[in-house]
C-alpha cells in the first residue's frame, strides 16, 4: 500500500530548506516534531512498533538537510557518480515507555562519528508530556558506492579537514554486533 504521507511530509521537509544555507553544523542536534495520530495506533492502542521507525526516517531526513550531506550526496551525483547514496544499513532500538494517541513529541537526530565504512547516528524521540526518552536508536548509515566513504562525503561539505570523533562506547558496541553473522532459525 502506497504511503501518501510519508511523501508529503518527507517533501515538505525537503522543500522547508530548498534553495537555503545549511543550517545546522555537521555536529549539532536536529529536532523535529512530531503527534502520534490514530493511523499510527496499533492493537493495543498505542504507536506501533513500526511508527517509530517511521517517524525517525523524517529525523534523518532533516539532519541530511540541515547539514548539507544531503546536497553533497547530490552534487555527487550531478558530477558523475549516478549511484551516489546514503541507505541505513543496520538498527538498533530500544522501546521505553508507550506513544499514545495524541502524544506530541520530538525526534532528535544527531551524529555520533563515523568509520571507514559507514556513518553512525543516534535518534530519540522524546515526549513533550514529561521530557522522557520514549524510543531510542543507533543506525548504521551505509554510503553507495562503497568507494564513496563518509570521510569523502563530510569533506565534500567544504567546511575543513573533519576528522570523526571518537565513537560513543555504545556505537563500538554497535558495530560489533554489526559483524555478528545470523543463521537462519531452524524449524
Known amino acids: 500500500m502506497f504511503d501518501f504521507g510519508y511523501f508529503v511530509r518527507s517533501f515538505v521537509l525537503f522543500q522547508r530548506f530548498k534553495g537555503k544555507v545549511k543550517t545546522k553544523k555537521l555536529f549539532d542536534e536536529s529536532i523535529i516534531k512530531g503527534r502520534c495520530w490514530t493511523t499510527d495506533l ?4 498505542h ?7 517511521r517517524q525517525c526516517d523524517f ?8 547539514t548539507g550531506l544531503w546536497d553533497a550526496i547530490m552534487i555527487r551525483r550531478k558530477n558523475g557518480m549516478k549511484d551516489a547514496g546514503i541507505l541505513v544499513g543496520a538498527l538498533q532500538v530500544q522501546y521505553r515507555q508507550s506513544v499514545e ?26 515526549l513533550d508530556k514529561n521530557k522522557q526518552i520514549a524510543f531510542s536508536m543507533l543506525i548504521r548509515f551505509g554510503l553507495t ?19 570523526s570523533p571518537t565513537l560513543s562506547p555504545a556505537v563500538e558496541i554497535f558495530k560489533q554486533n554489526y559483524r555478528i553473522d545470523y543463521q537462519p532459525v531452524k524449524s
Not at 496499533?42 to 492502542?45: E, G, P, S, T, Y
Open 145 to 163: 558506492p562503497r568507494t564513496f566513504t563518509p570521510q569523502m562525503l563530510v569533506d565534500d561539505l567544504n567546511i575543513g579537514h573533519i576528522q
Open 101 to 126: 494517541f495524541g502524544d506530541r513529541f520530538e525526534i532528535r537526530t544527531k551524529i555520533n562519528g563515523w568509520d571507514d565504512k559507514a556513518l553512525y547516528l543516534e535518534q530519540a524521540m522524546v
Open 59 to 66: 529525523g534523518r531526513i532533516a539532519l541530511l538537510v540541515e
Open 47 to 53: 504507536m506501533n512498533n513500526a511508527r517509530y521507525l
Open 42 to 45: 496499533d492493537f493495543n492502542w
